[in-house]
């Protein structure tokens, strides 16, 4: 037995928060309260700053896993929300797992998922408004899965529009991969100049325009239609992908390329 369902948070009171520089978290898996968190100090990865290692720049550009957007939103997010060895308990407690799967159910939020061998091996979620995405929670269960799952995110981000990608919390390993922490003031000056132009591609139509750019899209697995139109040629650009045969290959190209 399980209970009944938990309360959700409604999506607008989600996005208001959010825009306001506030995010929930509860003290345990299993407590049922919900207090909302405006740090002193706030963790973001500079689109332009973002550290792909040599390693890492090869297991991408090798497609080491199939990458897909939102085809497991309800197991990424458990997933993250899971004990594991040298944590066994975490801030995602019921009432913020159902209303963040709400909050997906209604566009505001994304996964990006590892795969390897048709498993679910690594992966991450967060929400997303306007020109910015706050990171949530990452899982890994392979190899790097997780910074896999973290740079083809910066990489859609920048395809699509975005300007800002919240970290929320500086830790070592965010801090290895280009993040850095700005005082909050600093912080809600970026969030609004990044609120107040409003238009975006969505990630999963991002995601769906680069593999149909890498000769893949038969095979993607993605999450909703590739956009048309004047919208996706402005957000994701006309760039010459041609000569490029991966996914991953595209992903590295987009990362390591100067502007």
Excluded at 100 to 113: F, T
């Amino acid at each position: 037995m399980h209970g009944p369902a938990p309360q959700i948070l409604p999506a607008e009171t989600l996005l208001l928060a959010y825009r306001s520089g506030i995010f929930p978290m509860a003290d345990s898996r299993h407590d049922e309260e919900v207090y909302w968190v405006e740090p002193r100090e706030r963790a973001i990865i500079p689109l332009e700053g973002f550290r792909l290692s040599s390693s890492l720049t090869r297991m991408v550009k090798q497609d080491r896993y199939q990458v897909t957007c939102n085809r497991a939103f309800v197991d990424v997010v458990a997933a993250c929300a899971a004990s594991r060895p040298g944590r066994h308990d975490t801030w995602i407690n019921r009432r913020i797992e159902a209303s963040y799967v709400e909050l997906h159910h209604a566009g505001h939020a994304h996964s990006i998922e590892c795969w390897r061998d048709g498993e679910l091996v690594g992966g991450l979620y967060g929400v997303s408004f306007d020109r910015v995405f706050c990171g949530e929670s990452m899982f890994s269960r392979a190899d790097n899965a997780s910074k896999v799952a973290l740079a083809w995110l910066v990489a859609l981000m920048k395809r699509a529009g975005y300007r800002l990608l919240d970290c929320q919390f500086m830790t070592e390993h965010l801090a290895s991969l280009g993040a850095v922490a700005l005082p909050q003031a600093e912080y809600l000056k970026l969030l609004a100049d990044a609120c107040a132009d409003r238009f975006a591609a969505d990630l999963p139509s991002a995601h769906a325009q680069l593999l149909t750019s890498a000769g893949a899209a038969s095979a993607s697995g993605a999450a909703g239609a590739p956009a048309s139109g004047a919208a996706v040629a402005e957000a994701v650009g006309a760039e010459d992908e041609t000569a490029v045969s991966s996914p991953g290959k595209l992903i590295a190209q987009s990362l390591t390329q100067t502007s």
